[in-house]
C-alpha cells in the first residue's frame, strides 16, 4: 500500500495533442459493473497480486498475520512490507510468539518499513492484548480490529475480507481514484468511497474490488497519465478529471 495522496481526478495546464485530448463521454456505453470488472479481472492475470492477497495464498492467512502485514504496509510500497512480512513470519507468526521478543529485535525485524519503530511499538501491543484479552486469537469482528491504536476501516476491512472471507469492502488510493474516476462513485476521500460503495456495489464484489483495483490501479488506472488509450474499460469509464493520459 502506497501513502495515501489526493486521487488525481483533475488536472491543469495539460497539453491536449492525439494521445492526450480530452476524453469524449459522449460514446460511452452504459455502466455495468459486472462486465467492467470482468474485463479487469482479465486484464490483471498479468500483474503481480495484490500483496496481501499474495500473502496469504504464501500461507500467511491467520487473521493475526493479516492485520499485522497490513499495519507494515501503511505508507510503504507493496514492493517493500511484502517481503519485509515475510521476514517477520519467518521468525515469528503468533501473537505469543511476538510477545516474547523485544522491541529492539522486533524493529530489526521489520526494518525497511516506514516508521518502524512505531510501527513495532503498535505491533507488540496488539500481540499483547490478543494474547491477554482473546486468549491469543483474534475475534473476526472489525469492532475489535479498530479498537487497537492505529488501526482504521481499511486495514480492518481488509484482513478481514482476505483471511476469514468476511464481505467487508477495503478503500486504499488506488480503488478511491479508480472508482470516482469511472464515475462509479463520487466521494472526495476513502472513507467516503467505502460508504459509496457499501450503498452500490453488489456485496460479491466487496473483497474482490481491492485485488482487483490495486494492480489495475498500479499499473493502467495510474494517478499521472493513466493508460487510457489500452484500457480494456475505457468504452465504460467516464475519466472523470482526466484531461491528459497516454
Not at 462513485?185 to 467505502?194: F, H, I, L, Q, R
Request: hydrophobic share 40%; with cysteine.
Amino acid at each position: 500500500m502506497q501513502k495515501s495522496e489526493a486521487p488525481k481526478l483533475r488536472g491543469a495546464g495539460a497539453v491536449h495533442d492525439a494521445s492526450t485530448r480530452m476524453p469524449n463521454t459522449t460514446k460511452k456505453r452504459p455502466f455495468r459493473i459486472d462486465v467492467v470488472l470482468a474485463r479487469i479481472r482479465s486484464e490483471v492475470r498479468r500483474y503481480r497480486d495484490a500483496a496481501m492477497f499474495e500473502l496469504r495464498d504464501r500461507g500467511h492467512g491467520s487473521l493475526f498475520e493479516q492485520l499485522i502485514a497490513c499495519i507494515l504496509s501503511i505508507r510503504t510500497r507493496d514492493e517493500v512490507s511484502l517481503p519485509v512480512a515475510l521476514r517477520l513470519f519467518e521468525r515469528v507468526r503468533t501473537p505469543a510468539e511476538i510477545c516474547a521478543l523485544d522491541l529492539d529485535s522486533l524493529i530489526s525485524l521489520i526494518h525497511g518499513t516506514s516508521f518502524a519503530e512505531a510501527k513495532a511499538v503498535q505491533i507488540a501491543e496488539i500481540a499483547r492484548r490478543t494474547v491477554g484479552e482473546y486468549g491469543g486469537e483474534l475475534p473476526a469482528d472489525p469492532s475489535v480490529l479498530m479498537g487497537f491504536k492505529g488501526v482504521g476501516p481499511k486495514c480492518a476491512h481488509l484482513a478481514l475480507g482476505v483471511a476469514c472471507g468476511l464481505p467487508h469492502i477495503s478503500v486504499d488510493v488506488h480503488v478511491w481514484r479508480v472508482v470516482n474516476r469511472w464515475g462509479y462513485v463520487s466521494a472526495p476521500t476513502p472513507e467516503a468511497t467505502m460508504l459509496a460503495l457499501e450503498d452500490r456495489l453488489p456485496q460479491r464484489y466487496w473483497i474482490e474490488i481491492n485485488r482487483l483495483l490495486v494492480p489495475f490501479g498500479k499499473h493502467v488506472c495510474t494517478g499521472t497519465l493513466p493508460k487510457c488509450s489500452t484500457c480494456p474499460v475505457l468504452a465504460y469509464c467516464r475519466q472523470v478529471g482526466v484531461t491528459e493520459h497516454r
